[in-house]
């Protein structure tokens, strides 16, 4: 498609269609098209669009040869553990940025050429729909209108012209937040500062409240003097860009920057200054110093080598722990900074503090008020990253509390100085979960990045953006032939096990017969391998901690079934579990709430239990 350059002229955009895409995806995978047929009857679909920027070579490289704007989608209609997984997401297109610089508009303007091509008024168009295979001369028609955008904090406010943190107004979703002096508004009855603003207080915008301020700027821009526009802009929070995309009129019926934007949890949380990466640091530097009763009597400080100590004794359900030094190489030691660390690494580091907070400093009555505050961060991440959709929906009254009873405390303990925007902006994620009805983070997007830089150094001349997008969507195509990817569970590496039908038929109540085993299962929520620790849970009030030894699978009417065998734990102390016996049960893999990482003091475990999965002790 040729989209309008800034300098005159035409730029070139190559991308894959998603049309053509579908349509040849149904035809070489028909268990996915059997996937998606079976979940287009549910209430929430629609297309998920994600921009991000990515560096293929040397991050530090001053210059930007090598990064490309990636521009990926999925469908809201496929279930969570498919869009989890490697193939969840598909690309639409590779843009070098300074391609993207090119474009009239930059990635506002790229973004409103890319929607007027999904949702053309002549053409194609997702609002409208698009009939799919489904087997030999069998179809089923689908609908795909926007649902939503999910972005980080950067790219939604190049995305919309929107000013951000450098506007007065810092939040797009509200009228009355602002960015500036907490002393400026004591006296005012309706402007808030973003750090200290609790939802009561917002003035929330809407579709047609917004787009009058886009339209204002739009009338008055030539007519008044530059600086008083500047500043009108500066009151908005918005930039007036007449090849962006919140002028495009044809577009508002499908895309508004209120109804469609998904502020991803991810970045507000754990990555670029999130909030969780702001308060670790800052929970680290409360903590040194503290004294611990030492193995011979004497008082021993906390420090950052003890930590890395006491990191590398959390097992984790992947077996992998935070590097070795990770303490003392990430933490700031200057108030109100954040640590510096991938978003993985801050989830991890997450769960160590709070295992140390459970096992070290909270028999000895120490730093009670900072491991509260730090279990509830913990929680929330639990709720948005560790549930299904209609888990963390279910949970909306439980988070909201969550949310606002930490933003409370983490002003109270550490102070104004770690709240920053994106403090704010986690309440609207909680929005965006009722708002929309799924959960959605930046996970699954960004390890796709891998793959396309992988590609990138093989090929660094010319049109390479186009050589990347074109061998990404070659392994797609290439992984939709191998057996399981449609599958929500499966058996790795399975062998014949017929010595535990007599226990799978008991286990599971089904007469089943071809009997298989693994010691590891891809199930809905991830990967388990043997030996690690997990809480089942059939419902309220039914609880069982177990060291998993296999997994299996039986067939019933042609129906695969699948169990888990553990060894089950009782309790025998303050949260700390011993295997009882050498006996082994099965129960349906279903029952599975949660992998437990954990610290093991001789044959005892200390697990961190998630939100809504700790048994009662």
């Known amino acids: 498609v040729d989209l309008p350059a800034a300098s005159g002229?035409?730029?070139?955009?190559?991308?894959?269609?998603?049309?053509?895409?579908?349509?040849?995806l149904c035809s070489r995978c028909h268990d996915f098209a059997k996937l998606l047929k079976a979940a287009s009857?549910?209430?929430v679909g629609g297309l998920l669009f994600y921009t991000d920027e990515a560096t293929c070579g040397n991050n530090l490289r001053p210059d930007n040869a090598g990064e490309l704007q990636c521009i990926y989608w999925s469908l809201a209609q496929l279930p969570d553990w498919f869009r989890c997984r490697k193939n969840g997401w598909f690309v639409f297109s590779y843009v070098k940025t300074e391609d993207q610089k090119k474009i009239a508009g930059g990635l506002s303007g790229l973004v409103k050429g890319i929607m007027m091509f999904l949702f053309s008024q002549k053409?194609?168009?997702?609002?409208?729909?698009?009939?799919?295979?489904?087997?030999?001369?069998?179809?089923?028609?689908?609908?795909?209108?926007?649902?939503?955008?999910?972005?980080?904090?950067?790219?939604?406010?190049?995305?919309?012209?929107?000013?951000?943190?450098?506007?007065?107004?810092?939040?797009?979703?509200?009228?009355?937040?602002?960015?500036?002096?907490?002393?400026?508004?004591?006296?005012?009855?309706?402007?808030?500062h973003y750090a200290l603003a609790v939802p009561s207080q917002f003035d929330r915008h809407t579709t047609e409240t917004f787009y009058e301020m886009v339209d204002v700027l739009a009338e008055v821009h030539g007519k008044i003097p530059t600086g008083k526009f500047e500043l009108l802009e500066k009151a908005y929070g918005v930039s007036h860009r007449p090849d962006g995309i919140l002028l495009e009129k044809t577009l508002r019926r499908h895309y508004s920057i209120i109804d469609h934007t998904y502020w991803d949890p991810?970045?507000?949380?754990?990555?670029?200054?999130?909030?969780?990466?702001y308060e670790i640091n800052a929970f680290v530097l409360a903590i040194l110093g503290v004294e611990l009763p030492g193995p011979d009597g004497t008082c021993v400080p906390v420090t950052l080598?003890?930590?890395?100590?006491?990191?590398?004794?959390?097992?984790?359900?992947?077996?992998?722990?935070?590097p070795n030094t990770f303490f003392q190489k990430r933490i700031v030691l200057t108030k109100d900074s954040h640590i510096k660390c991938f978003a993985a690494e801050a989830l991890q580091a997450l769960t160590v503090l709070c295992l140390f907070c459970s096992t070290v400093l909270e028999p000895?009555?120490?730093?009670?008020?900072?491991?509260?505050?730090?279990?509830?961060?913990?929680q929330i991440c639990d709720i948005m990253f560790g549930c299904s959709s209609d888990e963390a929906v279910g949970s909306l009254s439980d988070l909201r509390e969550l949310v606002a009873k930490h933003h409370q405390m983490l002003l109270g303990i550490f102070g104004i100085?770690?709240?920053?925007?994106?403090?704010?902006?986690?309440?609207?994620?909680?929005?965006?979960?009722?708002?929309?009805?799924?959960?959605?983070?930046?996970?699954?997007?960004?390890?796709?990045?891998?793959?396309?830089?992988?590609?990138?150094?093989?090929?660094?001349?010319?049109?390479?953006?186009?050589?990347?997008?074109?061998?990404?969507?070659?392994?797609?195509?290439?992984?939709?032939?191998?057996?399981?990817?449609c599958t929500a569970e499966y058996l790795v590496q399975p062998v014949w096990a017929p010595e535990l039908e007599e226990l799978m038929c008991s286990g599971l109540q089904r007469k089943l017969s071809a009997i298989y085993a693994s010691t590891k299962l891809v199930y809905r929520r991830g990967c388990l391998v043997k030996g690690t620790l997990i809480v089942l849970s059939a419902g309220p009030g039914d609880f069982q901690v177990g060291s998993t030894i296999a997994f299996s699978q039986g067939n019933c009417l042609g129906e695969g079934f699948f169990g888990v065998l553990f060894l089950p734990c009782k309790l025998v102390g303050l949260n700390t579990w011993l295997t009882s016996g050498n006996t082994a049960y099965i129960r349906p893999t279903s029952h599975i709430r949660a992998a437990l990482p954990y610290v093991k003091h001789g044959r005892a475990f200390l697990p961190c239990f998630p939100f809504g999965a700790r048994p009662q002790l």
Not at 156 to 165: Q, R, S, V
Not at 169 to 182: F, G, Q, R, S
Not at 266 to 277: D, E, N, P, W, Y
């Open 417 to 485: 100085g770690i709240a920053k925007i994106k403090a704010h902006l986690l309440f609207h994620c909680v929005d965006c979960l009722e708002k929309f009805g799924i959960k959605l983070n930046c996970f699954s997007c960004e390890r796709l990045h891998k793959l396309g830089k992988a590609l990138a150094r093989h090929q660094r001349a010319g049109q390479w953006e186009l050589y990347v997008l074109k061998r990404v969507l070659a392994e797609t195509l290439s992984d939709f032939d191998q057996p399981n990817l």
């Open 266 to 277: 991810m970045h507000m949380l754990l990555s670029s200054g999130g909030v969780a990466q």
């Open 9 to 24: 002229g035409f730029h070139k955009l190559w991308f894959a269609s998603p049309f053509a895409f579908m349509w040849i």
């Open 305 to 322: 080598e003890a930590l890395d100590a006491f990191g590398q004794q959390v097992v984790f359900s992947d077996k992998r722990h935070l």
């Open 364 to 378: 000895l009555k120490l730093m009670l008020e900072h491991g509260e505050c730090l279990h509830l961060l913990k």
């Open 123 to 192: 053409g194609f168009n997702l609002a409208v729909g698009m009939r799919l295979p489904c087997g030999k001369d069998q179809h089923f028609f689908v609908k795909f209108p926007l649902l939503c955008a999910l972005q980080d904090e950067k790219a939604i406010k190049a995305f919309n012209n929107t000013k951000g943190a450098a506007g007065w107004k810092c939040c797009h979703d509200c009228k009355n937040i602002m960015n500036t002096k907490p002393s400026k508004l004591e006296n005012d009855d309706y402007l808030h």
């Open 41 to 43: 009857v549910s209430s």
